[in-house]
């Protein structure tokens, strides 16, 4: 997928998220990731991107197979499997992988094709707040959904322990966490609010306390809503 990325001209965001599930250093994926907030991308960068992934192919000039084509090519599961041997790449698919594996392979397909729709919208975004927001959306929430699956995958290629499905969340739990969260949410509002208000804060610094002020105003907004919704105590 890397070769593919330098042989299309991929976009910024996804080199990024290949260089992070290529095992580079958190450090520098991180560092990476700040420039895919702004507005605007320095070329120095792009040019470090491209550097560090043309390390990863020079000491892996053998590529693993595209998930999506893998998982979906995935055969009946194997019954009572409880230990299988590791495969060879987090990246890549064995057809004796136990089930719960199969199972996350096949849970990174509808995030990847969400990764590549809102990449397509941030191509097209009319301005630097809807950028902002699709950004957001792709570093905050679809790239650690992704990094959660292949984390999971290479502990199962490092050591053969199959992970343990995660339990969903009960309705009284996402209450709590809900009005933990709003609990937050509402003082730093008010400090934002309360430095936009200062006469001498420079134009930089004004803008960033009203895009952080609009997105925390809209996600109080939602856990009232969930909140309120809720017939049962918390």
Known sequence: ???????????????????????????????????????????????????????????????????????????????????????????????????????????????????????????????????????????EQIIPALDNIYDQIRHFEKTGEIPTPKLPKSEKQKLLEAFKRMRTLSPRISKLKSLLKRKDLDGVKRKKYEKELLDKELELAQINKLLNDDDGEV
Request: charge should be negative; proline fraction near 7%.
């Open 1 to 139: 997928m890397i070769q593919q990325w330098f042989n299309t001209q991929g976009s910024f965001v996804d080199g990024v998220h290949l260089l992070r599930q290529a095992g580079a250093d958190r450090g520098l994926v991180a560092s990476l990731e700040r420039h895919c907030q702004g507005p605007y991308l320095a070329p120095a960068a792009q040019a470090e991107l491209k550097h560090h992934l043309q390390l990863f192919l020079d000491a892996h000039p053998v590529e693993a197979v595209e998930i999506v084509e893998i998982v979906e090519a995935i055969p009946t599961p194997l019954a009572n499997q409880t230990k299988a041997t590791p495969t060879s790449s987090p990246l890549g698919s064995n057809l004796s992988e136990p089930l719960p594996i199969r199972q996350l392979r096949a849970q990174a397909i509808p995030l990847h094709r969400e990764h590549s729709h809102v990449k397509t919208l941030l191509s097209v975004a009319a301005t630097d707040e809807e950028r902002y927001k699709l950004a957001q959306r792709i570093m």
